[in-house]
């Protein structure tokens, strides 16, 4: 995907042989994005958003359309899109950044569980990483959990620097400089 939103043909191929597209969100993900969220366990959506919320609350056309219709202003939307051997279209994982600042912007990852621990987080970061770097962005940030094992790792690995959030042992802020 270029600066322009414009999806390249390239397969990103992960550590299991399994081919995936990262192109940008489209709005007419939204059944796709539904089909995401009921493959997420509640532990994955408590370590991604810091609170539980029902799939019922997470797939409400409301939120799915704003999640696919993304400000290009305000920042990107990125998707790994996986074709099943029946030629159907899986979203695998999600990733966000969102411009917070001048010069700054927060990232944010998901990847459906069965898919985690096969690179596919790493692959996910480098093009949110490739994208910030495209659009001037010259801070990256992120929250995560503490616990958070696998996120800490995926950012570490994409050169972030992983610190205490002050005032919450619970959070953890992962900074990377652009440029």
Known sequence: MDASGTSRADAVILADGTSVVIRPI?????PLMAAFHAGLSMRSVYQRYFHISSLEQRITHSRLSLTCR?????GLAIVADHVTPDGAH???ALGRLTRTEPGAAEIALLVMDRWQGRGLGRAMMRE?????QALGV?????????D????????R??????QPVPGDAAVLRAERAIG
């Open 70 to 74: 993304v400000d290009p202003a305000a």
């Open 26 to 30: 489209r709005p007419d993900d939204e």
């Open 138 to 146: 010259q801070r990256l940030y992120g929250d995560m959990l503490a």
């Open 148 to 155: 958070n094992d696998a996120m800490r790792a995926v950012v």
């Open 128 to 132: 949110l990483v490739a994208q910030a």
């Open 157 to 162: 690995r994409a050169g972030f620097t992983v």
């Open 90 to 92: 899986e979203v695998l």
